[in-house]
């Protein structure tokens, strides 16, 4: 919501390997520019909910090498992955994600609402579902 981070990892043995502190900033540079981005957007898209304009912010970026795909969900959270482009189905690994945050963190009695996450069930239910996109993508190929 304020551009925190409360989970990160390299999901892939290309993803790279930077320290705590650039993912942070990355995440704040992030969240500056969506919430920017919604407020200068002239259209309401739709299935937009505010009415004084649009709030979705950025969706997508793609770079040479790298796709950036954000899901933000109605309470303001935030989920972001980067994959390398032509990735299928990065919408719905994101809203497998956002499942998978509620049943797992959401559901965790000792878990703080924008603090790290800290869930084995989480990390392992994160780590299954990239283990299936990876599978999947490889069989594309």
């Known amino acids: 919501k304020s551009g925190g981070l409360i989970h990160h990892r390299p999901l892939g043995p290309r993803a790279p390997r930077i320290g705590t502190n650039e993912w942070l900033r990355i995440g704040s540079t992030f969240h500056s520019l969506h919430a920017i981005a919604a407020e200068a957007s002239p259209v309401r898209l739709p299935g937009n909910k505010n009415p004084s304009g649009a709030d979705d912010g950025i969706e997508e970026i793609e770079a040479g090498g790298l796709v950036l795909r954000c899901l933000q969900t109605r309470t ?8 390398e482009p032509g990735t299928p189905d990065l919408d719905l690994v994101l809203r497998e994600i956002y499942v998978l945050y509620a049943d797992c963190a959401l559901k965790d009695p000792f878990y703080e609402l924008e603090m790290p996450i800290r869930c084995e069930l989480f990390t392992q239910g994160v780590d299954a579902l990239i283990e299936r996109v990876e599978k999947g993508s490889s069989k594309q190929r």
């Open 76 to 83: 303001g959270v935030k989920f972001v992955i980067t994959a």
